[in-house]
């Protein structure tokens, strides 16, 4: 008959041969990182890209941004061609946008987003 | 494990491009080792230690230094893996269990490794199984901070610790059936 104690020590004991298998694969695999310089060119090469990255989606933004606000004038000065003009170029610039902004994050989130 | 795998403060967040990529570097090692007890598949341990590292870069203003540095490196890397488990079983494109248990196996072994009854058990344990069960019980990470790492509930990882305890205790009996196969 098996006791909790004997279910205990049977656990403990599987958790230490657990932790000295993994240990076991961590020394038959040798991790190798590459150079230190590599390292640094890939850093500043991400950081790079994060950079261009950032500032293509802030003009992305006001590029939407500036023509609404446009048409948010005209709408008060009661310019209406020019108001119906300006929400039909608006529309035209967004839709597209909006679906390659789409696009790029479902190819993001594919890649694995965190 | 943990304290000895990750002497470095928590405070300490560098600004250059060079003092990143030292971190990182420092921290390669770890990350590998750790995907590879999580994954079993040494290519895609390093692929996603490649992509881990990566997204540590894009995303390093988001890391403000309260927890180490290993442990952020560690979720990204459990998400980018989780990630893949989710989009592979979507797209039914994965290598059978069997396959990449036996890819890993002659691996093992063509380096000089043992394998291990224990180790066959592993290999057999499901990825989202296997990753709570080395977070907890080899980096000492807590059921809240795992499940944090996972996204799911605490309640969720421990039942996945104990199911995957109670398939390893299934096939383990007693200190003799540990030996080389």
Known sequence: MTTSSDHGNDEEKMLEALGETWARIDATFHAEPAPGTDWTAM????RLLAKRK??????ILWSVAIPLLGVMFLLITGMQTMFWILEAV??????PLLFAEFKRAGRSSARGGI | MRETNDQRSAAA????DMELAVLLREHY?????????????RPLAEDLAQETMLKAIEHYSRYDGRSKFSSWLITIGTRLHLDLLRRRRRERKHLTDEARSAAFRFETLSRGGEWTELVESLSKLPDDVRTPLVLKHYYGYTYEEIAD???ISPGTVKSRIHNGIRKIREEWKHD????PR
């Open chain 1, 90 to 95: 608006t529309t035209a610039t967004a839709i």
């Open chain 2, 13 to 16: 967040v560098p600004s250059s």
């Open chain 2, 176 to 179: 003799d059936i540990i030996g």
């Open chain 1, 54 to 59: 950032f500032w293509t989606e802030l003009a």
């Open chain 2, 29 to 41: 090692g770890m990350l590998f080792h750790y995907l590879l007890k999580v994954t079993m598949d």
């Open chain 2, 149 to 151: 790492m996972m996204d």
């Open chain 1, 43 to 46: 850093v500043r090469e991400r």
